[in-house]
């Protein structure tokens, strides 16, 4: 079954760039580069995991944003945000998981091969637990203990 609507795959691709402008938990509006300045309706924004296993990150007021889009522009989803010559990654080593909060100055790195995990920057770690315990051949501690 064919659909009657012509399809100018160049001017209505279903995947588009633009720069978030407006956000709510979930879902942002979206300023399109090909659409002369429109934003879009809210879309939902793609997380890694929204049912039992919850992870939850929401794209800044600024961002270059990738977003995949119904033909009418009505309804749709962001896939991620995306590094340019302005906003760049913030490391180039591609063998850690780098997460960087600059206005509060916290990094988290994770090594994906060697398994070390550094934070850095941070003002207070809280670890709410009933019980914690460090297994570690050396421990090292400074600071007022």
């Not at 790195?109 to 207070?124: L, M, P, Q, R």
Request: aromatic residues 6%.
């Amino acid at each position: 079954m064919s659909n009657p609507r012509y399809v100018d795959n160049e001017k209505n691709s279903p995947f588009k760039r633009g720069i978030v402008v407006d956000r709510k938990p979930g879902k942002v509006k979206v300023k399109f580069d090909d659409e002369d300045e429109d934003q879009s309706f809210w879309l939902n924004v793609g997380q890694s995991g929204s049912a039992s296993n919850k992870m939850f990150n929401m794209p800044d007021i600024g961002d270059q944003i990738g977003c995949l889009v119904d033909w009418d522009g009505e309804d749709g989803m962001t896939v991620g945000t995306i590094y340019s010559d302005k906003d760049t990654t913030p490391t180039n080593d591609m063998d850690n998981m780098h997460f960087s909060f600059p206005e509060s100055g916290v990094s988290i790195i994770v090594g994906k091969k060697s398994g070390d995990v550094t934070v850095s920057g941070a003002n207070n770690v809280v670890v709410k637990a009933t019980n914690v315990a460090i297994e570690a051949p050396n421990i090292k501690l400074e600071g007022d203990i």
